[in-house]
């Protein structure tokens, strides 16, 4: 399976590191962060991505400005695609079909070739111009699945609650996890 993995600049791209630390390990992982993405990163977590990946032979980390990359052309077959975090900015582009950059080149392509797509935006409150370009994309197959948590899953820690959501995206993206605790 290839998976690509786009973080774009909301805060929260440590939901998208540790999406994938916790990712089988032979699930192939093509991974764009957006300028604003490296920007949140340094912020809240005081992490350049140089410093990210470094050990993985399964993780290719590409340039948002890199519109020739092999995740950009439908022949190149990627099966999955998540957007996570998703900026309003990411959205609205995604929305009304901006291909601008490589994560949003990469999400049309992905869009355009019917695979599976899971966009988690993150802000709150949403805004009516946020949730019409959610509608928008959910019309066209687009999972749309912000950060929400589940209680009845017992959290007891952040990580918890972080494991909580990967979970959830990875059942939606079909990929086989037991990071929490199921519903009886």
Not at 138 to 155: E, M, N, R
Not at 175 to 180: C, R
Request: with cysteine.
């Amino acid at each position: 399976m290839r998976i690509t993995i786009a973080i774009s600049g909301a805060s929260g791209t440590n939901l998208g590191l540790n999406f994938i630390k916790y990712l089988p390990k032979e699930i192939e992982v093509f991974v764009v962060f957006s300028k604003s993405a490296k920007r949140a990163l340094k912020l809240e977590n005081n992490i350049s991505i140089n410093e990210l990946f470094k050990e993985n032979e399964n993780i290719t980390v590409f340039k948002d400005s890199n519109i020739g990359a092999s995740i950009a052309s439908g022949s190149f077959k990627v099966d999955k695609m998540i957007i996570l975090p998703c900026s309003m900015n990411t959205l609205a582009k995604c929305a009304v079909g901006i291909s601008d950059s490589l994560i949003t080149r990469a999400f049309t392509v992905m869009l355009k070739e019917k695979r599976d797509i899971v966009i988690a935006p993150r802000e709150m409150p949403l805004s009516t111009i946020a949730l019409k370009n959610m509608l928008t994309l959910s019309k066209l197959g687009v999972t749309i699945a912000p950060p929400i948590l589940g209680y009845y899953s017992s959290q007891q820690s952040l990580e918890d609650m972080e494991k909580f959501l990967i979970g959830k995206w990875f059942d939606l993206l079909k990929i086989e996890n037991n990071l929490y605790k199921r519903w009886k």
